[in-house]
């Protein structure tokens, strides 16, 4: 089934308001073997609505509306659906007494204005919404759909769920799709797209290859009649995804890198600390949003200025010799933090996290280290995309660097 | 000038990513006196993707692209703009040497896939994007305008706002759209709503009230020839509002509460230090995405497990007496901040960070003190609302406080 989402509202053009339903909608679209083609906004404007609707009912089967369906003047989905479908609106008195009793119950008077949302056309049908006093629609004609639900998130989603799913996945005789995500991390999106190339030619189950950032994804999707016939295509694929990538691959769907190398820490009973000065406390928080990251993370210290950095037990000689910003103060710091937590892993960053240069050294200018004592590694480069962005990319190269001491050490 | 947004990507139709550059731009559209007509999101797919860029190159005078620009082989944004207007692509010499030389600069080989990002047509200019590998299109032609910026937000947002928005406002002639927003805490939604609701009949400008992360937002926004003439019909109605709340105002606009609280440091002169558990860095981050945080900032430590607790100077009797999570532990590790950095203010927080209890305490029970030496003060509570939303929730509560210290300090 060939489908398209068309949200309505002009606080949404108008960036007021994040449409989120869409999303909402188009994620559930893929398991009932439904195909989304288009998503739009259209405004509070009866023409262009009109004409959007018009396009919608001849190029797709199932046409899903958002918003637009409220009691004011510039809510005119139905209008618009009337319109397009060249049909006249009539007010159904069963919905209207529906809509009284529901500011009956709540022991309000009824606006007059409200009647219209208890307008219909001769092909639609009204879907109830206990949650709100918009009806939905669900219009069929010539064998297409259109449905047109409330914008509200809380009506839109009981809507969906109570009312529209269901009756989609009885009509929807396409295939299913299942996807899996495969997550890498030190190989450039050009370099994983060319070594997995020769699979890229596959048309079920399909790959796509997206750049994150904590790496690069794989997306493996197959299309069957059911989930576990289309869990069964893509696993071959997979495994050749695995052979070809190998460690590279960290992680698959929901999976986060800190989560990924909390689970390894954990594996092996090793505990973890952290001192960072331009992340500022990222990498600390970030390895904190696992829930049980107690069991292997310690502690760790923001070691914001140069003397903080000494008071912390990195050598002032070193920071002499070499600046704050430099391979050896990580290295230096990563240690400091392993022995004053009495941890078995440290990690120590600094950097330059911008907007402004530090000891000469440019934005984005970054080193990390990781030491378990035995083996210690450090990690340098430049790129700067902003402070944040910066911060955050280092958070995650030491995170995959922890990773890769981790996998060396077996 | 009529405008639409076009964002490219599968997995955006798929529901695999919110697509948030389209409200980025829309909302940044009325303040160019740009009229937002249409937004659609379109798979990658080379037929609908041209038929979509026709299409809007017929109807609107300028038309904004997002994604698609990747050197992947399903990055076809480049592909349909020259098939839409049909133009050859060929690779600009100039813009390949440059792509080279981002490789070079960072030490990577140059994967010969990523020569597509060198390609143009005749009606195109490349836009710089030193963020990322990806080159904007600026297309010209007829009168009418094709812009396509990448898909990372970080790379798109710089691209508009030092390479797209200036070249359009120099176009555009439309009436333009401000708006001003200020920003309070310590006040409910509705609180503000009655306080100011004399105010709310307003037509131009308009107030609305919303209810953020960071506390009650109200957003002035006025119509006008000019962004001028539009500020000064904005300036006496925030004035009035600034009059009714006073110092529940904290911020405008872009300011963040973080970048407030510095400010009055910095202004002051005092220097501030942070010990947290349950929040694991969330608030040393937070504090450090400040752009200068250093000059008042000296450090923080992540006391994660109650013996870094103790290592850190909070007495162990006093974790005996009260547990950890308590607010007397809150107060022992904002005086321990303060006293091991050598800092004028420290804050403490401790809590559940959840999903799990701790010490028989449910998720989401929560004690910050700030502590200057001469008053300390500690604020408790409880809302779990999910494991990172209840840090957030922690981290904001705490700059809060800090906040009404040093306005009670004067």
Redesign the interface.
């Known amino acids: 089934m060939k489908a398209e989402i068309i949200s309505v509202g002009t606080e949404?053009?108008?960036?007021?308001i994040?449409?989120?339903n869409?999303?909402?909608?188009?994620?559930?679209?893929?398991g009932l073997g439904i195909d989304?083609?288009?998503?739009?906004?259209?405004?509070d404007n009866l023409g262009?609505l009109t004409e959007?609707v018009r396009r919608a009912f001849e190029r797709s089967d199932l046409t899903i509306m958002t918003g637009g369906l409220g009691p004011t003047e510039d809510d005119l989905t139905r209008e618009a659906i009337a319109a397009a479908l060249d049909e006249e609106l009539y007010v159904d008195q069963a919905v209207a007494d529906r809509l009284r009793a529901f500011f009956t119950a709540r022991g309000l008077p009824f606006p007059e204005r409200n009647v219209k949302q208890a307008t219909l056309i001769a092909s639609a049908r009204a879907l109830p919404n206990p949650r709100g006093t918009a009806p939905g629609w669900w219009v069929e004609r010539e064998g297409r759909v259109i449905v047109a639900m409330p914008g509200p998130p809380a009506e839109m989603e009981r809507m969906w769920n109570e009312e529209v799913a269901p009756e989609l996945a009885k009509r929807s005789t396409g295939a299913v799709i299942v996807?899996r995500?495969l997550k890498t991390i030190g190989l450039?999106?050009?370099?994983v797209?060319?070594m997995v190339s020769p699979l890229?030619k596959s048309a079920n189950p399909t790959i796509?290859?997206?750049?994150k950032m904590d790496g690069v994804h794989l997306?493996l999707?197959a299309k069957a009649a059911t989930a576990a016939e289309a869990r069964r295509l893509i696993e071959p694929l997979e495994a050749e995804v695995r052979r070809i990538l190998g460690e590279a691959i960290w992680g698959a769907d929901d999976d986060t890198l800190e989560g990924a190398v909390g689970r390894m820490l954990k594996e092996r009973g090793l505990t973890l600390a952290?001192m960072e000065s331009c992340?500022?406390?990222?990498?600390?928080?970030?390895?904190?949003?696992v829930?049980g990251?107690?069991d292997y993370?310690?502690?760790?210290?923001?070691?914001?200025?140069p003397e903080?950095k000494a008071?912390l037990g990195v050598g002032a000689e070193l920071i002499e010799a070499h600046g704050v910003v430099s391979a050896e103060v990580a290295a230096g710091m990563a240690r400091a933090a392993r022995e004053?937590?009495d941890a078995d892993i440290g990690i120590g960053v600094t950097g330059v996290?911008?907007?402004?240069p530090l000891e000469g050294k440019p934005p984005g200018t970054m080193h990390i280290a990781v030491d378990d004592g035995v083996s210690p590694q450090t990690i340098s480069?430049?790129?700067?995309?902003?402070?944040?962005?910066t911060?955050r990319r280092a958070v995650t190269t030491a995170l995959a660097l922890l990773r890769r001491l981790l996998l060396a050490r077996g």
Request: proline fraction near 2%; charge should be neutral; hydrophobic fraction near 30%.
């Open positions: 949404i053009l108008l960036g007021d994040l449409d989120t869409t999303q909402y909608i188009a994620s559930r679209l893929p989304l083609y288009y998503t739009s906004t259209v405004g262009r959007a996807s995500t450039g999106e050009g370099h797209d060319e890229l796509g290859v997206y750049a997306r999707t952290t992340t500022g406390g990222l990498l600390a928080d970030t390895i904190t949003n829930a990251a107690s993370f310690k502690g760790g210290y923001v070691a914001y200025l903080t008071s004053r937590a996290a911008g907007p402004d480069y430049t790129y700067y995309q902003g402070r944040l962005a911060k």
